[in-house]
């Protein structure tokens, strides 16, 4: 069974950056899965943030990639977020997830099976 | 790319059925067959119940389907039971190595 850990980082100041950690177990991070983010503002809908591969191939929302960098670390069967000069816009409950995907050339991303907790991330100073 | 279109809220009694649409473009809904359907009751995470717009993965009822015309999708519950109470969010492979969720839907067993 696949099981997904995050960080918790709680609160992150603005300007700052939030980084946060998925701690992968019951599963290799290095099989021939995509793994991603999604964030979900306090009362509001689900947005997806990024996917990577673990050849480090990435994915990212085109509003968010300015911002964003997803990494992955087969070493340590885990992969991390980090959401550079953050505001209060970007508080939201984070998840990591699993993702099916299938490329060849293009990526076509397909959906997400296994989820993390999820962690609220309030950024206020 | 915008999130695709779905319904603020939807509504049945126990017994009944619900459908919830999801509506997009051309670029992502209607260009692809990778539309999944998610659950989400308060507090926890979401739950994939519709993949590749037919789908059901292991274990979800059948009383959950989905099915695609044109641009909108659709999430049809039928036998609404208590515990369907929740939301729903679609969402699409938007190309260009893109993904998009929906605006998700309140599902209320009356």
């Known amino acids: 069974q696949v099981q997904l850990q995050m960080s918790d980082p709680g609160q992150v100041k603005p300007s700052e950056t939030l980084s946060l950690t998925c701690a992968v177990s019951g599963y290799s991070i290095t099989s021939p899965y995509y793994w991603g983010w999604i964030r979900q503002p306090p009362g509001k809908g689900l947005e997806w943030i990024g996917t990577i591969y673990q050849s480090g191939s990435t994915y990212y929302n085109p509003s968010l990639k300015s911002r964003v960098i997803i990494s992955v670390d087969t070493s340590k069967n885990h992969f991390s977020l980090k959401l550079r000069s953050v505001t209060a816009a970007d508080t939201a409950v984070y998840y990591c997830?699993?993702?099916?995907?299938?490329?060849?050339?293009?990526?076509?991303?397909?959906?997400?099976?296994?989820w993390g907790q999820g962690t609220l991330v309030t950024v206020s100073s | 790319q915008s999130a695709l279109t779905q319904p603020p809220s939807a509504s049945g009694s126990p017994g009944q059925s619900v459908t919830i649409s999801c509506t997009g473009t051309s670029s992502d809904v209607g260009g692809y067959n990778y539309v999944s359907w998610y659950q989400q009751h308060p507090g926890k995470a979401p739950k994939v119940i519709i993949y590749d717009v037919t789908k059901r993965p292991s274990g979800v009822p059948d009383r959950f389907s989905g099915s695609k015309s044109g641009n909108t999708a659709s999430l049809t519950v039928s036998g609404l039971q208590a515990e369907d109470e929740a939301d729903y969010y679609c969402?699409?492979?938007?190309?260009?190595?893109?993904?998009?969720f929906g605006t998700g839907t309140k599902v209320t067993v009356l």
């Open positions: 969402s699409s492979y938007a190309g260009s190595n893109n993904f998009v």
């Open positions: 997830a699993r993702m099916m995907a299938y490329c060849n050339g293009d990526c076509f991303l397909d959906y997400f099976d296994y």
